[in-house]
């Protein structure tokens, strides 16, 4: 039993409000959730799908000038064109791609990226927050 | 939806600030012949590669939807730089 129902409930109990009163009261209480509960789901729905990737960067500078701030905001759905070009690629080209990639020290398969493993990624990404702090630099990663 | 429009912005603590905002909705129409030529290319090609030409399409058109919201800003002692697309 929710706090607002309860003192209506009180209410009736003391006599400030008559029981058809109480009624209505309670059938409004039923019809709107309550606030942290509408803000809970919100942010329920809203982390199920993150539709931008924000990258911080803070570095102060030793000469006690001002910091220099980065503030990046990636569409995810840019990610996930990205992807899809990907697929676009030739097999004899990714083949290409890869051994570049590889030669140059980035192990990444190019074959195996696909549209679905980033949708499910990215639905991951929305608990993910990364924080990076030295001395002077600080780095946020999160999905939003 | 693609991004309609681009907002600029560069200037600095002890400067002058600009802010441009760029109507890119004036600019896509302007595209269209190229977007048309590359279209019937890709139309034409992707039979040749495997790929199906609603592939292609969806693929070109998410790559310039996708900016929509994009935002990158950097601020330091020397200067500011921000750029969005809305």
């Known amino acids: 039993m929710n706090d607002n129902r309860l003192h209506v409930l009180q209410m009736l109990a003391a006599g400030q ?27 329920e729905v809203t ?19 001002a910091p220099t701030k980065v503030n990046i905001r990636v569409p995810l759905q840019l990610l996930r064109a990205g992807v899809r070009l990907a697929s676009l690629i030739p097999n004899g080209a990714k083949d290409q791609i890869n051994e570049a990639l590889r030669k140059n020290g980035v192990p990444i398969d190019v074959t195996q990226l696909k549209p679905e493993d980033l949708d ?9 927050t990364i924080d990076v702090e030295e001395k002077d630099t600080k780095v946020r990663i999160f999905a939003e | 939806m693609i991004p309609c429009l681009a907002i600029v912005r560069v ?14 909705f004036l600019l896509w129409p302007l595209m269209l012949p190229f977007a048309a030529v590359l279209a019937v290319v890709g139309l034409v090609l992707a039979p040749a590669y ?3 030409a609603a592939d292609v399409l969806r693929t070109a058109w998410q790559l310039v939807s996708g900016w929509r919201g994009m935002h990158f800003e950097v601020d330091s002692p020397e200067g500011a730089f921000q750029v969005r697309f809305i």
């Open chain 1, 120 to 128: 499910e990624l990215v639905v991951h990404l929305a608990d993910l």
């Open chain 1, 47 to 65: 982390a199920g799908n993150p539709r931008y990737l924000r990258i911080f960067v803070e570095e102060h500078e030793t000469s006690g000038d």
């Open chain 2, 11 to 24: 200037g600095g603590h002890h400067r002058r600030t600009i802010r441009l905002w760029l109507p890119l």
């Open chain 1, 17 to 43: 409000v008559s029981a058809e009163e109480a009624d209505h009261l309670i059938a409004a209480l039923d019809k709107q959730p309550t606030a942290p509960a509408t803000a809970a789901r919100t942010a």
């Open chain 2, 50 to 52: 495997g790929v199906t």
